[in-house]
């Protein structure tokens, strides 16, 4: 029998492709340069199973090409906004995501970019490497304290619980959150949580983190009006999605000294950065590195694999999304 053909949308990790190609008869993309629609669309129909990740548009139009032939979906990743699901299972397609491989190392981002933004981490290294630095003095680039404080997530999947972990046992933290859909009790009795709303998290938390799917239900959650009730000190920090953000009104707020800071890892349009970013010091940027490390990158690739083993040995994925 003829090996499954499976098409891979950008490099992966080499451990990964290595085991593709043992497997599979498989088209890599070794130049790593983005597939335009068009490409994505034949990849469709000249595959069983198709692997893109999170920054390939999986949209309604893409899934709308004539020939299909892929029967499975294999997304490189955990968030699936990229993936229109009711136009793949209209399709016949099954859709596949890589979750839990990737939490530590997402929410070690988080906690970073919230270290880094509350004590002006990067800003201090900015000031230092321009050789403005004339030593130390008390009242020289005071900051936020960290520990004992109010972390607020908005979102309490597994990456908020895991960001709860360092934050409440390493820092002595109290959690706040709100989620539509809380997790176990036990859960949130582990960390002595309180769930309320999204606008009452705002307004008690000293750091705001961003933990929800992005897309139509949350594009521009922290939106002028909901960043406003946001107390003067806090600091946002955002490794979820970059549409949960207004960035129009975050520049303002920074500029303003509305918040006292902001920790993204992630960009509505990205990677195109607002150049608004760019002028405010105390905001710390990152390029979408969440879930970069070597350990997890190739746990995320063998997770995609898993994925289609399962599927092509007529057994549930157990990463199906539909
Ligand atoms: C994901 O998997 O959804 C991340 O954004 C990339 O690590």
């Given at each position: 029998m003829s090996k499954p053909r499976v098409i891979v949308t950008?490099?992966?990790?080499?451990?990964?492709?290595?085991?593709l190609?043992?497997l599979y008869d498989v088209q890599?993309?070794?130049?790593?340069?983005?597939m335009?629609?068009?490409e994505l669309k034949a990849a469709l129909g000249n595959c069983d199973a198709f692997c893109p990740t999170?920054?390939d548009?999986i949209n309604a139009?893409v899934l709308s090409a004539e020939n299909i032939s892929a029967k499975i979906i294999g997304s490189y990743?955990?968030?699936f906004?990229h993936i229109d699901l009711d136009a793949a299972k209209a399709r016949g397609l099954t859709v596949t995501n890589t979750?839990?491989?990737?939490?530590?190392?997402?929410?070690?981002?988080?906690?970073?970019?919230?270290?880094?933004?509350?004590?002006?981490?990067?800003?201090?290294?900015?000031?230092?490497?321009?050789?403005?630095?004339?030593?130390?003095?008390?009242?020289?680039?005071?900051?936020?304290?960290?520990?004992?404080?109010?972390?607020?997530?908005?979102?309490?999947?597994?990456?908020?619980?895991?960001?709860?972990?360092?934050?409440?046992?390493?820092?002595?933290?109290?959690?706040?959150?709100?989620?539509?859909?809380?997790?176990?009790?036990?859960?949130?009795?582990?960390?002595?949580?309180?769930?309320?709303?999204?606008?009452?998290?705002?307004?008690?938390?000293?750091?705001?983190?961003?933990?929800?799917?992005?897309?139509?239900?949350?594009?521009?959650?922290?939106?002028?009006?909901?960043?406003?009730?946001?107390?003067?000190?806090?600091?946002?920090?955002?490794?979820?999605?970059?549409?949960?953000?207004?960035?129009?009104?975050?520049?303002?707020?920074?500029?303003?000294?509305?918040?006292?800071?902001?920790?993204?890892?992630?960009?509505?349009?990205?990677?195109?950065?607002?150049?608004?970013?760019?002028?405010?010091?105390?905001?710390?940027?990152?390029?979408?590195?969440?879930?970069?490390?070597?350990?997890?990158?190739?746990?995320?690739?063998?997770r995609v694999l898993e994925n289609l083993r399962a599927f092509f040995a007529g057994e549930t994925p157990r990463d199906k999304l539909v």
């Amino acid at each position: 029998m003829s090996k499954p053909r499976v098409i891979v949308t950008r490099k992966w990790p080499e451990p990964v492709e290595a085991k593709l190609k043992e497997l599979y008869d498989v088209q890599l993309n070794e130049n790593d340069v983005a597939m335009s629609v068009d490409e994505l669309k034949a990849a469709l129909g000249n595959c069983d199973a198709f692997c893109p990740t999170v920054t390939d548009p999986i949209n309604a139009d893409v899934l709308s090409a004539e020939n299909i032939s892929a029967k499975i979906i294999g997304s490189y990743g955990v968030g699936f906004n990229h993936i229109d699901l009711d136009a793949a299972k209209a399709r016949g397609l099954t859709v596949t995501n890589t979750p839990e491989v990737l939490t530590d190392c997402t929410a070690d981002i988080a906690m970073g970019l919230l270290l880094a933004a509350a004590r002006r981490m990067t800003e201090g290294e900015r000031h230092l490497r321009a050789g403005e630095w004339t030593g130390w003095r008390p009242t020289h680039m005071m900051a936020t304290k960290v520990t004992g404080k109010t972390l607020g997530c908005i979102g309490f999947g597994r990456i908020a619980q895991a960001m709860a972990q360092r934050a409440h046992f390493g820092f002595g933290m109290k959690i706040i959150f709100s989620d539509p859909y809380p997790p176990p009790q036990d859960v949130i009795d582990k960390f002595d949580a309180t769930q309320m709303s999204v606008e009452e998290v705002l307004q008690q938390a000293d750091f705001v983190s961003l933990h929800c799917p992005g897309g139509k239900d949350t594009y521009h959650l922290l939106n002028e009006e909901r960043i406003g009730m946001m107390q003067s000190h806090a600091v946002l920090v955002n490794s979820a999605r970059g549409d949960v953000i207004d960035n129009q009104a975050l520049i303002a707020a920074l500029k303003s000294g509305k918040i006292a800071g902001a920790g993204l890892d992630v960009f509505e349009g990205e990677p195109k950065l607002d150049p608004g970013f760019l002028d405010c010091e105390n905001a710390v940027l990152l390029p979408h590195l969440g879930s970069a490390s070597v350990e997890t990158r190739i746990a995320m690739g063998e997770r995609v694999l898993e994925n289609l083993r399962a599927f092509f040995a007529g057994e549930t994925p157990r990463d199906k999304l539909v």
